[in-house]
């Protein structure tokens, strides 16, 4: 598949998900097996596309970790923001040869929807894979995209979270320079812009 345009800002999104190369968590495994039941697919993945490989965050009927991107259907998908489906690999150019269906796992039919950041970045797919051809209804394409959509949400809540306990940490320090300096203003504005130059307070912060 050709390179996203995006593909340097892309990753970037991808490497500060804090999805990559990361244990294996309830959350997420029960998106892939709450989306295997919904499609009726023995595979279901959340699939994180590298620089070059792909790499499963959450798996079920799958037992490998990871493939090379050169091979992977997701980086396809990821070339689009809306579903990238396959109803039969073997009518397909593009996939009709392609090692993941000629050997083991014998795609057959592959259904992928991108996990798209809100900053517009596809990070990978939340996809659904079956060794026999096939086609998802309406119902659940839009099952798909809910899952979907709630692995990006799931991820760039944490951020958000560790990023405000930053912040929180921060303005802690300020406060108990303050109240231990208070009787020495000037040790205050040093201490305080000891952290400025150090990076671990910004201008607003510091500003009170």
Aim: hydrophobic content about 40%.
């Amino acid at each position: 598949a050709p390179i996203p345009e995006d593909e340097n800002t892309r990753l970037r999104d991808l490497y500060d998900s804090n999805l990559l190369d990361t244990p294996q968590e309830v959350e997420f495994d029960e998106i892939v097996k709450l989306a295997s039941s919904i499609c009726n697919t023995p595979i279901s993945l959340i699939s994180l596309v590298d620089s070059n490989r792909q790499w499963f965050k959450a798996r079920v009927g799958l037992p490998v970790s990871e493939t090379h991107r050169d091979i992977s259907f997701c980086s396809h998908a990821i070339l689009q923001d809306q579903l990238f489906e396959i109803r039969d690999t073997l009518e397909d150019s593009r996939f009709h040869d392609n090692p993941l269906v000629t050997t083991d796992p014998s795609i057959r039919f592959y259904a992928g929807m991108p996990l798209v950041t809100s900053s517009g970045n596809r990070l990978g797919t939340l996809c659904v894979i079956d060794r026999n051809p096939g086609q998802l209804s309406e119902t659940q394409k839009f099952g798909l995209k809910v899952l979907a959509d709630n692995v990006i949400k799931i991820a760039e809540l944490r951020i958000k979270n560790k990023e405000l306990y930053f912040l929180t940490e921060n303005k802690k320090k300020i406060i108990s320079i303050l109240a231990h300096d208070v009787r020495n203003p000037l040790a205050s504005i040093k201490n305080i812009m000891g952290l400025k130059q150090s990076d671990i307070l910004d201008a607003e912060d510091a500003a009170g």
